[in-house]
C-alpha cells in the first residue's frame, strides 16, 4: 500500500510483527501474528494490542489513535514480507468482529489494484465458498496467496 508505514521488528522466521501506533492515545504496541493452521501452507494472520497483563495480542481493543490508514498499510507491508519468507503460503484473514472484517473488505477494496499485482485475494461467502475477491460483496474471511501459487478445487 502506498501509505506512510510504521517500522516494524520481526524475528528471523518472519512469523511474528511489532510496531508502535503513535497517537492522541499515546505509543500503543500493536502485534501482527502468523500462526500455523491445520492446513498446510496455510497461516492465520492475527493482530491487535500488544496486552502487556496476558502477554497476548488483543484483537477486541478499539485504540482510536487517528493512525488507522497507517496502521493498515503496516499490517499490509507484513504480508509482504512473510510472504517473501514463505512464498508458497496462504494466509487466513478475517475480523474479531464483523465491524473489523467490514473495514478489512474496505481496505482490500481500496488498495486491490495495488494488491493484485502481486497477490490473488479470495473471499469466503455467505454460501460457504471460496470466490475470487469481488469489489462490493460481503465475505466473512478473506485468503490471499502470492499469484504463482495457483487456486485448484
Known amino acids: 500500500m502506498k501509505h506512510p508505514k510504521y517500522q516494524y521488528r520481526s524475528e528471523k522466521r518472519l512469523l511474528y510483527y511489532e510496531f508502535i501506533s503513535e497517537g492522541p492515545k499515546g505509543l500503543i504496541k500493536k502485534i501482527v501474528e502468523y500462526t500455523e493452521t491445520s492446513t ?88 460457504g465458498d471460496w470466490e475470487e475477491f469481488v469489489v462490493g460483496e460481503d465475505y466473512e474471511a478473506f485468503l490471499i496467496t502470492k499469484k504463482e501459487n495457483k487456486f485448484t478445487k
Open 40 to 127: 498446510e501452507n496455510v497461516f492465520n494472520l492475527g493482530f491487535g494490542d500488544y496486552d502487556e497483563a496476558t502477554k497476548s495480542i488483543n484483537d477486541l481493543t478499539v485504540t482510536n489513535n487517528g493512525d488507522s490508514l497507517k496502521v493498515l498499510a503496516t499490517v499490509a507491508s507484513t504480508v509482504y514480507a512473510f510472504t517473501e519468507k514463505h512464498p508458497k503460503a496462504w494466509i487466513l484473514a478475517t475480523g474479531s468482529t464483523s465491524i473489523r472484517t467490514r473495514l478489512y473488505r474496505m481496505g482490500i477494496t481500496n488498495n486491490l489494484t495495488e494488491i493484485a499485482e502481486d497477490f490473488i485475494v479470495f473471499g469466503y461467502n455467505s454460501e
